[in-house]
């Protein structure tokens, strides 16, 4: 939270207060019966109170004159200047001087609420390390520019310090502070062995790490570069009021000479319509709009960051306010993503052990899950000198030659594929079953288990709490498997036997059945996506908005991603869904709020009713007010989810 005012904040707010005690000073002496009072001179008197026009709004001014040399003439810098030069001209010195300070007193409070507003993306920026201890193998210490790390480097981090790179712990154990990253104030513990991040904070031990990336590709580095281009992603809201703004300010501009010229070529009093029109133009200046909406975005984005939920940009946001369905990954997403081997049968012929040996001879070069279980589990592997060939079949399983032998290591869909003779009604575990074959014959199958993660029903009955009408698991799994895990987690609706292709084509059928039932409307009616693997990267792209787990999630999903869950927590998704809708709800009470109280005022002052100081509070109050509005966003706690 910001405490302090800037530097430019200060200078303003200094001016702002000379401005009113000068400004204050002259209506004292003007309306006293004081020797000030025969001082009537129209000059003396516009001398006197540009004084603290010029003190508090020459910045305004000067920005009006730029825009008109620049051919940007339409906004709320040539609204102030063009409104005071015309109340000046007709001889209210008061109100011109007025409407200048209390216009700056409302541009003060704005920009203090989105410096605010963004400070909880601004301590994200904070992360970044600004140098390494690197230890070479003799002993000593350099300290170096974090983008100098190479892959395999050891690095000392001493308590206190930043973590500049995404490694290993090779040495020493201890606490860390993440969150900076995840929003979590319990430090996580690592020892030696465990998988660390940059961007969190080393506790009060020394540890060393070994690099395995290098800096431009650590996680740091992509949450910097997820922050910086967010604010470029405007939502729809934020777009209609820059399109609403471009249309407004000219018809505006030219009521108020319509309103000024016209009526007195035929009924006269110039000074009375002039003022109108002046009173009218102060009236409409759009900054309750152009400011308020904006920051209810970006503090809604901020509230997200600082529950450690990274938003891409503040259209995502607002697609979050208005789901209908949400689907999920179901491997390393809604479960654990760390199967175990439950289960070995091996035909007759051959033992356990020869049935997981070569499995695990042809799984070993590949990182999915399943296969990293079953090598795992193999307590005496083939040397990898006698593997070759291996061929890789995305979503069915794997072919290597072992030796002299043939091996498959799949599904049934790649067991038929191959020919493989096996009776499949015989295996009814209910699990993950991985079957292998030797030179075209069925030696054995292995079942495997994945299980929920602990918080993943409560998370889906949390978003269901939230308003979204349905929850959809898509997994690659068996029907049977499948099903068992739904029941766990409360699901009624889900897709199994799919390969990665059959996922995308999944979802875009959710997508098309929404949009065939809420043919009439179109709110609330976009599709999110929840994944963590390479494959999830295509349907996240897919969806409307993609989320992924940050801490388990590939560098594909991630990348592919609108949406970073940092932590991995599933429960937040239904805090980011409350967040979205509030950020959603406070834009749309500040559009309608504003242009309701200025279409009154505006028709007030058109009619005569309202005058010049009228106008400022109709300005700047309405824009204060919005302000405060939006900054109910700072307040997000914790307790959101």
């Given amino acids: 939270m910001i405490t302090k005012l800037q530097k430019k904040q200060k200078h303003k707010l200094s001016r702002i207060l000379i401005s009113l005690l000068f400004f204050f000073a002259l209506l004292v002496l003007r309306y006293s019966n004081i020797s000030f009072q025969t001082a009537n001179n129209g000059l003396f008197l516009l001398g006197l109170y540009l004084i603290p026009y010029f003190i508090s709004g020459y910045d305004v001014i000067r920005k009006s004159v730029f825009g008109i040399c620049h ?36 541009e003060f409070f704005q920009n ?5 507003s963004r400070a909880s993306v601004k301590e994200l920026m904070s992360i970044a390390p600004e140098y390494a201890n690197l230890e070479y193998e003799d002993g000593s210490v350099e300290i170096i520019e974090p983008e100098d790390i190479e892959v395999g480097d050891i690095l000392i981090i001493k308590p206190g310090e930043k973590i500049p790179i995404d490694g290993i712990v090779v040495e020493g154990e201890g606490f860390i502070n993440t969150s900076a990253l995840t929003g979590e104030s319990i430090p996580r513990f690592v020892e030696t062995g465990d998988n660390i991040v940059s961007g969190c904070i080393n506790g009060d031990n020394l540890i060393k790490v070994q690099a395995d990336r290098e800096y431009d590709a650590s996680t740091v580095v992509r949450i910097l570069e997820l922050v910086e281009t967010a604010a470029s992603r405007k939502s729809q809201t934020e777009r209609f009021i820059t399109r609403f703004s471009r249309y407004y300010t000219p018809i505006v501009v030219i009521s108020a000479l319509v309103i000024s010229i016209i009526p007195p070529i035929f009924i006269g009093n110039w000074i009375g319509w002039i003022l109108r029109g002046c009173t009218f133009l102060v009236i409409s200046c759009p900054c309750a709009l152009v400011i308020s909406v904006p920051m209810a975005f970006f503090g809604g984005v901020g509230a997200a960051s600082k529950l450690g939920m990274l938003v891409k940009g503040s259209n995502y946001l607002e697609v979050m306010g208005n789901l ?46 399943i296969a990293a279980a079953i090598v795992e589990s193999c307590e005496k592997p083939f040397s990898a000198s006698i593997i070759s060939d291996v061929e890789n079949i995305r979503g069915k399983g794997i072919i290597a030659k072992v030796g002299m032998s043939r091996i498959i290591a799949g599904n049934r869909k790649l067991m038929r594929e191959q020919g493989i003779d096996i009776d499949f009604d015989e295996i009814n575990d209910i699990g993950v079953i991985v079957y292998i074959a030797k030179n075209k014959k069925h030696i054995g199958t292995i079942v495997l288990e994945d299980s929920p993660k602990h918080n993943s029903r409560n998370a889906i009955e949390s978003i269901i709490e939230e308003g979204v009408k349905h929850v959809v698991m898509l997994t690659g799994d068996s029907n049977t498997n499948a099903e068992r895990t739904a029941a766990e987690l409360g699901l009624t609706k889900y897709k199994s036997e799919l390969l990665p292709q059959d996922k995308v084509r999944a979802l875009e059928e959710i997508i098309e059945d929404i949009k065939s039932r809420n043919k009439e409307t179109s709110i609330r009616n976009k599709v999110a996506f929840v994944g963590d693997g390479i494959n999830d990267a295509p349907v996240i792209s897919r969806a409307d908005v993609g989320i992924a787990l940050g801490s388990m999630g590939s560098d594909a999903a991630i990348e592919a991603a609108d949406i970073v869950i940092m932590d991995d927590d599933l429960l937040k998704i239904a805090g980011l869904i409350r967040i979205a809708r509030k950020t959603v709800g406070i834009s749309k009470t500040n559009i309608v709020f504003a242009l309701a109280i200025k279409l009154l005022f505006l028709t007030l002052g058109g009619f005569g009713i309202a005058n010049m100081w009228t106008a400022v509070i109709a300005d700047v109050g309405v824009a204060i007010l919005c302000i405060l509005n939006s900054m109910r966003m700072l307040t997000i706690k914790h307790s959101l989810y």
């Fill in 71 to 106: 051919g940007q003439v339409m906004d709320e810098n040539f609204l102030m200047t063009l409104a005071t030069a015309g109340a000046f001209a007709i001889g209210q010195f008061e109100e011109a001087a007025a409407v200048m300070i209390f216009y700056q007193v409302g």
């Fill in 112 to 116: 203090y609420a989105v410096e605010k």
């Fill in 324 to 369: 209908d369905t949400i689907v999920f990954d179901k491997t390393g997403t809604l479960t654990e993503g760390e199967f175990e081997v439950r289960m070995v049968e091996a035909a007759s012929g051959y033992s356990v052990d020869e049935v997981v040996k070569y499995a695990a001879a042809v799984e070993m070069g590949s990182t999915h899950p």
